[in-house]
């Protein structure tokens, strides 16, 4: 693959720059618009991570093209074949795996332990919908008429848009990619701005392992420039968004004018509950990882903990001693606990909602201060926040902020908890730890959101099961497992008639 490279800049030791096209029907190309950006390290921005295409309308244009004419081939290439090459990419990744997880903590900041997730979590992906390949099942049932056969077949849509985000850049892109292509599907993807690099990782991966041109292309820029004529593009039919509720809004509002399918995986504002009975360390040490791990910056992050009156003091207590104790650094440093935020925009938004609690009353109990001295000056750091007696109502309470600020919220017991938990605009992750099996059967049924753990925090969810959330989350689809091959196909009903004689449904009964 063509990819250039700029040496680094002097004290550094990172590898260099590198100068990335367009991918367009197997081609390297630049944009038409003749406009590039770079794409900075959020620990150091001195590193220069990567310059990409700030591409328009015409690259979009151009790329759906490809993907139409890679469709009239792709679709007729037998499934199983289709998820060998993605079986041969995971194969790759796992080669490739700690040169892509470097790469990443490099353009998104999140620490090594982390990348290796999100690329295992690609690798996990391809393994699954490899197996796809020879499953796409779909139902066949008896007719209600004799000498008459009835199934239902899976057929793929055409050419698929995706819009991925940057907090699981290797990760989501898999997601959507992964299922979509296996189904027959071709696609034209729009990686984040600030993590192109690792979808271009993900893509190089499956063009080394055999994937034909045009099945994927990538166009990188920003959503206004690429990401909307992507959704308005009238040979897309279907469209797949993860991103915040707001863009949710304009992308689905764009689908539905030329009834595209169209799966939204939006925002988050996951409540842990910790009952009295609950393990202690357990739901501290759950916390933690839920609400700082990624810096935060999960849909499915733990913002919200909601702590019975009968532990509530404990629990901030040793909470805030641990978080106040969490090591925070550039993420390519195996002892970093919390990277940075993602970029100088998120770091004030999360700096925003520190004020915005402290006027809203709630009590700072750590954190709450940019870092900005010493190891910390070339990048966008900040402690790790936690507010105590936090009402519910609060906006911190009720945001998503996207950053390491965790709220915890007391309350009289289950019935409470779980409305607390459920009075909120979204519903993607949730949590209880408690020992009682009772009460964790009677969670799972009451907690509104796409996703339940019991005694185990609101992140880390399994790429063979449906993901994704209720109300302002999502639009009613899922991603992962069986969720997303139903987003990439169509159904096809098909009835043979085998009798040779007119037969007429629901009329001819024999009677
Ligand atoms: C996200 O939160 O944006 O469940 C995706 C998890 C990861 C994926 C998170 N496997 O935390």
């Not at 620990?43 to 295409?53: E, H, K, M, P, S």
């Not at 009402?391 to 289950?414: H, L, N, T, W, Y």
């Not at 999502?474 to 037969?503: C, M, P």
Request: glycine share 10%; net charge negative; with cysteine.
């Amino acid at each position: 693959m063509a990819t250039d490279t700029l040496a680094s800049p002097a004290g550094l030791s990172h590898t260099p720059t590198k100068v990335m096209k367009n991918f367009i029907d197997g081609e390297w190309i630049e944009s038409a618009t003749g406009e590039t950006f770079e794409n900075r390290n959020p620990a150091d921005t001195r590193d220069l991570v990567g310059i990409f295409q700030k591409s328009g309308k015409a690259d979009v244009d151009d790329a759906v093209e490809a993907a139409k004419r890679a469709f009239t081939k792709w679709r007729l290439v037998p499934a199983p074949r289709r998820a060998e090459i993605v079986f041969r990419a995971a194969e790759i990744l796992i080669g490739r795996k700690e040169e892509y997880a470097q790469e990443m903590t490099r353009e998104m900041g999140k620490v090594l332990k982390e990348t290796r997730g999100d690329v295992q979590e690609a690798i996990d992906a391809a393994y699954y919908n490899a197996g796809e390949g020879r499953r796409l099942f779909g139902p066949t049932v008896p007719s209600e008429l004799p000498n008459k056969f009835a199934m239902a077949v899976r057929q793929p849509i055409g050419v698929c848009g995706m819009i991925t985000p940057w907090n699981f850049p290797m990760a989501i892109s898999s997601w959507k990619l992964l299922p979509a292509i296996v189904c027959g599907n071709t696609c034209v993807i729009k990686p984040a701005q600030d993590t192109p690099l690792s979808t271009f990782n993900l893509v190089r991966a499956l063009t080394d392992a055999g994937l034909p041109k045009g099945v994927i292309n990538i166009v990188a820029g920003y959503g206004p420039e690429v990401g909307t004529p992507l959704a308005e593009h009238a040979d897309v039919r279907a469209i797949s968004l993860t991103g915040s509720s707001a863009v949710g809004r304009i992308i689905g509002g764009i689908a539905a004018k030329s009834f595209k399918h169209c799966s939204l995986e939006l925002g988050g504002k996951n409540p842990m509950i910790v009952l009295d009975d609950a393990n202690l360390d357990l739901a501290i040490e759950g916390g933690l990882w839920g609400g700082f791990g990624t810096t935060g910056q999960r849909c499915t992050a733990t913002s919200r903990i909601i702590a019975q009156k009968g532990v509530y003091g404990e629990f901030v207590e040793r909470y805030v001693e641990r978080a106040k104790k969490l090591k925070i650094g550039n993420g390519l440093d195996e002892a970093t606990e919390m990277g940075p935020a993602v970029n100088e925009k998120q770091l004030l938004t999360d700096l925003s909602y520190v004020e915005i609690g402290r006027n809203e009353g709630a009590k700072l109990m750590c954190g709450g201060n940019r870092l900005d001295k010493g190891e910390y000056q070339y990048g966008w750091f900040m402690e790790p926040t936690v507010f105590s007696d936090v009402d519910p109502k609060m906006r911190i309470a009720q945001e998503e902020i996207f950053g390491p600020v965790v709220s915890i919220i007391p309350c009289d017991g289950m019935e409470d908890a779980i409305e607390i938990a459920n009075g909120i605009e979204y519903g993607l992750s949730s949590a209880l730890y408690t020992k009682d099996v009772n009460k964790a059967f009677a969670a799972i049924r009451d907690l509104d959101a796409g996703i339940t753990y019991i005694n185990a925090p609101t992140i880390g969810a399994e790429v063979h099961l449906p993901f994704g959330g209720t109300k302002a989350t999502g639009n009613g689809h899922r991603e992962g497992g069986i969720g997303a091959i139903d987003f990439y196909t169509e159904w096809k009903s098909v009835y043979v008639d085998y009798s040779d004689t007119l037969q007429k449904a629901q009329i001819d009964r024999g009677e």
